[in-house]
């Protein structure tokens, strides 16, 4: 089974500031997901990246496949970006058995 | 499309109560997942199916049933509700296996007291 962890636990930053939120996994994966969750309880895919990078918005997703890790960055972060963030990998092997969940990173912009 | 619908929102059991949670999706995924999401926690898999009549255990099954008949439903089973059951939980679904986007219904808020 992968391990994820993620970093920070809690981030709180100003309006306009770059973000960066760390994940790392302990298994070679296939694909890795970040999921956004609102402060409602909804859960939002918005990245699932292999290798490289993915750029949607102000959002920017990396992926190092031999380090085992990725980042999230936010540019010109607004309070509308306050949410818990979410890192995933397959359970095991294929994927085809749902996904692993860091304990997400809870953030906060204030104005 | 509605997407991946969840019902009940919320629920409150007494011990050793049972009950369904629904889950039904509408973009013909094969892929379905149930998740539970405590404080403070992340995300665990409870159970999941690859098609109609497949389904197989996560890492947290214990307490839990699943059926798959059909392709756009995986109901999740409660028989014998305990307070360690107290989550939030997600049903999910994706079109092959982890490496499409994932699509999360909105959650049932469950308390067991």
């Known amino acids: 089974k992968n391990e994820v962890e993620q970093s920070p636990q809690n981030l709180t930053a100003q309006e306009g500031e770059f973000i960066t939120i760390n994940c790392s996994y302990s298994v070679g994966i296939s694909a890795l997901h970040w999921l956004q969750q609102h402060p409602g309880g909804g859960i939002v895919s918005l990245f699932m990246l292999s290798s490289g990078k993915k750029k949607h918005g102000r959002l920017i997703a990396t992926i190092n496949i031999q380090e085992k890790h990725s980042s999230l960055h936010i540019t010109a972060s607004h309070p509308r970006d306050s949410a818990v963030y979410i890192c995933a990998v397959p359970y095991s092997g294929g994927g085809a058995d749902g996904l692993t969940f860091g304990k997400g990173t809870h953030l906060i912009i204030q104005p | 499309n509605a997407g991946v619908t969840q019902t009940p929102k919320f629920r409150i059991l007494k011990i050793g109560q049972s009950m369904t949670l629904q889950c039904t999706q509408d973009?013909?995924?094969?892929?379905m997942y149930w998740y539970r999401q405590d404080p403070g926690m992340g995300l665990k898999l409870i159970y999941y199916?690859?098609?109609?009549?497949?389904?197989d255990k996560g890492e947290v099954p214990n307490g839990y049933n699943v059926s798959r008949s059909t392709t756009e439903d995986f109901p999740l089973r409660l028989e014998l509700a305990a307070p360690s059951q107290t989550s939030v939980y997600f049903c999910a679904s994706n079109l092959y296996r982890g490496l499409n986007e994932q699509f999360f219904g909105p959650g049932t808020r469950l308390t067991v007291l």
């Open positions: 973009m013909n995924h094969n892929y």
């Open positions: 199916s690859v098609g109609a009549g497949i389904t």
